[in-house]
């Protein structure tokens, strides 16, 4: 399952993340990991969710964080859930269509693999495709 919060910055995106990842880690028995880009958020999510600050590896577009994302889970099936924080910052491409090519590919591993997505993206949601919306 992959569910996108999608809106302009400041309307409480970030705030909602936190809130969803804190509950997976009080609810969920496996692993939950969390991507920012920066270490914002270390103060604000659990010690029980793995934080990951994404500028310290060279993520420079979707495929290299689709990479990214099978290295994680590779590296410990027991991942159930996880959390990007602002996908654009973090894939560093804020193109639309890129995008929903990333979240179709994402949609696929999600079920292949059992793990749930939960995603931010900083933009107005009228640019949302429709590829994009269903995620909604």
């Known amino acids: 399952m992959i569910k996108i919060i999608m809106g302009l910055q400041g309307h409480g995106k970030t705030k909602q993340i936190i809130e969803l990842a804190n509950t997976a880690a009080d609810v969920e028995t496996n692993c939950a990991v969390c991507i920012e880009r920066g270490t914002k958020l270390t103060?604000?999510?659990?010690?029980?969710?793995?934080?990951v600050d994404i500028s310290g590896y060279p993520i420079t577009s979707y495929e290299r964080l689709?990479?990214?994302?099978?290295?994680?889970?590779?590296?410990?099936?027991?991942?159930?859930?996880i959390f990007i924080d602002s996908l654009f910052k973090v894939a560093k491409n804020d193109s639309i269509e890129e995008t929903e090519?990333?979240?179709?590919?994402?949609?696929?591993?999600?079920?292949?693999?059992?793990?749930n997505f939960t995603i931010t993206i900083s933009a107005d949601e009228n640019r949302a495709t429709d590829g994009i919306k269903k995620f909604f």
């Open 101 to 115: 090519n990333f979240l179709a590919w994402l949609e696929g591993f999600s079920a292949a693999n059992n793990i």
């Open 43 to 51: 103060y604000d999510i659990s010690h029980k969710v793995r934080l």
């Open 66 to 81: 689709k990479a990214f994302i099978c290295g994680l889970y590779s590296g410990n099936f027991d991942i159930t859930h």
